[in-house]
């Protein structure tokens, strides 16, 4: 506070120091000085930004160029960091500050600025944008590459009908009928990431989903990987397309199945909760009832990196050809849709789990029974 007290008014009509210090006060955005590397005035904003008084942190002194080195402050200097608050979550902050001489002494006017929320936006808005693009390549080619896929599996089904059932023919029939199968697939999921589909949803439980696909995932993932499903026996209802469901469970199996080539365990699991969970918007956190939903899987698992970009689109780790990275993306606009939440928790050796959790409905709030 010393160095604002230290103001003289030089001209008339300048206000005079109580008036300029009051103005600081009341200023809605946060301003701190810093002297040899140690803040000597910060006002309420500052102090609220940086939560229940704590000012300026050893990670932002070494953030405010010049701080506590004597050299000069670039003006109009600003530069973007994350910091950690007490409760350890993180914020992105902007900075900005400038440098002035007082009484022969050197001082920097320092301007800290929460933009998680603007920076959440831009990411938003690049992904839209991407997904724009990629819909308007998509539609371009997705209605005559179907056409060209149906023709394959008629034309499959047809000599399959006339094959031995037994014969090496028959089975290479098979294996080119469920490739045609695979390549129309991964174009409707390309175009699930691309292009929003109309909202089918009912009112669904997500362990008869399980119950019904769990044959079927057990012969996909193959016999040196162990197939356990624990699911709640109370578990309450969401609202969601059956369809979607599967879809979502088929993907991240199929990845802990990948993520395990010498074999191991995946583990389908199911849970209500309650309490704080982010919404589909990312930045908006909200308290409730959930229905959680959980594949975890015992292979080499991911490192912080990787997980943090693990539901980008086209993002993969696999080898070409083996993957696309649309699944994950896939998944987290479906739930995102429904107002749930997605994420994946995984480290070096510690295998990976992914978890949804979609709003609980309550029985009185849709009339309709869940279909078994």
Known sequence: MSAIAQLRPNTSGTPDPATLLAAVQACPESLAIIASGRIVYANPAWCGLWESGELLPETLVSAVPGAGSGKDCE??????????????????????????????GKFQVVHARDVSRQMQAEKRLREAQGMEAVGRLVGGVAHDFNNLLTGIILYCDLLLGESEKDSRFHRHLQEMRLAGEHGAAMVRQLLAVARPAGNDSQVVVLNDVVRGFQDLLIRLIGENIVFIAALADDLGQVKMDPAQVQQILLNLVLNARDAMPDGGRITVSTQNQAG??????????????????????????????????????????????????????????????????????????????????????QPDQNSKAPER
Request: aromatic share 6%.
């Open 75 to 104: 003006t109009g200097a600003e530069r973007r960091f994350v910091q950690t608050r007490r409760d350890g979550t993180q914020m992105d902050l902007e900075l900005a500050c400038a440098g002035f001489e007082l009484r022969g």
């Open 276 to 361: 704080p969970c982010l919404t589909g918007r990312e930045s908006e956190s909200q308290i409730g009832q959930w229905v959680e939903l959980t594949v975890a899987d015992t292979g080499g698992g991911m490192d912080a990196a990787t997980v943090a970009r693990a539901f980008e689109p086209f993002f993969t780790t696999k080898n070409p050809g083996r993957g696309n990275g649309l699944g994950l993306a896939t998944a987290r606009r479906l739930v995102h849709q429904e107002g749930g939440t997605i994420i994946a928790e995984s480290g070096p050796g510690r295998g990976t789990r992914v978890s949804l959790r979609l709003p609980r409905i």
